[in-house]
């Protein structure tokens, strides 16, 4: 573990995760949202928001592919649509992290098209010196600054997605 550095841990994600569901479940008393994770890094926080909230609710994932590396290839290819009719609904996205801001518009102006009731999004990180987006994150779990994290679903090359909390991951050779 050293080329990793805690950056929040398993513990401030709970609490945070409990105060995000309440905040959900006061909004949505009156209605059955649909939660729509992204996948694959929004499995763990997706599995972790809905054990929270107390209102009815359904739920459906969307695949997307994401960063090569730690390098962004600059376009979203869509790997896996939604199977639910979202049409009048609710929908809240449950997203891990907005960094260019380049998926989540992606997934936001798809959605938009089925012609939602409303959408909310949510992230549990948000890096605001990067993402350049014209329009609000409803609700972040954290913001954080430029840099690389891993853990809680977050993956570098498809590894370290099973960490409980999230990670800084330090610079330098593999071997440290
Ligand atoms: P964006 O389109 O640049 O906002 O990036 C969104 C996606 O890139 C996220 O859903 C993640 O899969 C991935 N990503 C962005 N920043 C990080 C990071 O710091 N660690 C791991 N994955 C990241």
Do not use: W
């Not at 739920?59 to 997307?64: N, R």
């Not at 639910?84 to 936001?108: M, N, Q």
Request: charged residues 30%.
């Amino acid at each position: 573990m050293e080329r990793f550095e805690i950056l929040i841990s398993a513990q401030q994600i709970a609490s945070r995760i409990k105060e995000i569901a309440a905040e959900l479940d006061e909004t949505f008393k009156e209605e059955v949202p649909i939660f729509i994770g992204i996948l694959n890094g929004s499995f763990m926080f997706m599995a972790d928001l809905l054990r929270e909230v107390n209102m009815d609710c359904e739920m459906d994932f969307i695949k997307l592919s994401s960063y090569r590396g730690n390098e962004t290839s600059g376009t979203v290819r869509l790997l896996k649509d939604i199977s639910a009719d979202i049409t009048g609904r609710h929908v809240v996205i449950v997203e891990d992290i907005v960094d260019s801001g380049l998926t989540i518009k992606f997934i936001k102006d798809r959605m938009m098209e089925a012609d939602p009731a409303s959408l909310t999004i949510v992230s549990l990180l948000h890096k605001p010196d990067v993402a350049k987006l014209d329009f609000a994150i409803d609700i972040v779990g954290f913001e954080i600054s430029p840099e690389f994290v891993v853990g809680y679903g977050l993956d570098y090359d498809q590894k370290f997605r099973n960490f409980d909390g999230i990670y800084r991951l330090k610079e330098g050779p593999e071997d440290n």
